[in-house]
């Protein structure tokens, strides 16, 4: 089976531009849940969509918006971006089998790195 | 609210020495425990997690991790490393019977390994 893969891997904006994140997630996982890792904040969690409903949001501010469509590939937006939204953005899929949706292993993607200069 | 402590930040080792990656977490409800790993310019992958029964967890390439309620930790472990083995660990916790998958991450251990 192939991986968790986003499009593209490389990406350089600059200030005040919009951008968007495309993420396919394995074949048959419904969940998929985004994270943006930077030096100085780690890993943090910015939203998880299942069945394309938003079921969860970390805190970030309303810049930041994504989407599921109905093959489960996700895509997340970033509006008016600024310096600090420089990061890696990892996508991560899961297939909630069973024990629960906390219980389920997540598949990462090897990320988008985005530069915001 | 949940969140996960990596005391570490760096740890040097030699090869074939063992190891020990320490993770703290603190939560309110009960969580699920995970270990990942991270490569230079890869995603993250993961080693090993701990959902309920034996708190002894063996993972992939050799590691393993322990569950303690009592001391809410989850350390990492491997009995002898490779030079292979290094790279970032984080430690991660979701929450039971959450409704979703969230995961909420350590600062992450660097593991560097030398000859």
């Known amino acids: 089976k192939a991986g968790v893969t986003q499009t593209p891997r490389y990406l350089i904006k600059t200030r005040g531009q919009q951008v968007t994140l495309s993420c396919s997630p394995i074949s048959g996982h419904r969940s998929v849940s985004w994270y943006q890792q930077t030096p100085g904040q780690g890993l943090q969690f910015l939203f998880e969509y299942f069945s394309e409903t938003q079921r969860n949001k970390g805190n970030f501010p309303g810049r930041f918006s994504g989407r599921q469509f109905s093959n489960s590939r996700s895509e997340m937006n970033v509006s008016t971006l600024e310096l600090g939204d420089s990061a890696l953005y990892l996508c991560?899929?899961?297939?909630?089998?069973?024990?629960?949706?906390?219980?389920?292993?997540?598949?990462f993607g090897p990320g988008t790195r985005l530069t915001v200069l | 609210a949940q969140s996960v402590t990596q005391l570490d930040s760096q740890v040097p080792v030699f090869e074939e020495a063992p190891v020990e990656l320490r993770c703290n977490y603190s939560?309110?409800?009960?969580?699920?425990l995970f270990w990942y790993v991270q490569y230079p310019n890869q995603g993250l992958q993961l080693l090993l997690k701990y959902l309920s029964g034996s708190t002894l967890v063996k993972g992939i390439n050799g590691f393993e991790a322990e569950f303690n309620k009592s001391q809410t930790s989850f350390h990492l472990r491997k009995p002898s490393v490779h030079i292979s083995d290094t790279a970032e660990y984080f430690c991660a916790v979701s929450y039971m019977n959450s409704g979703y998958s969230t995961l909420t991450f350590g600062k992450g251990t660097m593991l560097l390994v030398s000859p």
């Open positions: 939560s309110s409800v009960s969580v699920y």
């Open positions: 991560a899929s899961s297939l909630e089998a069973s024990g629960g949706a906390g219980a389920d292993t997540q598949y």
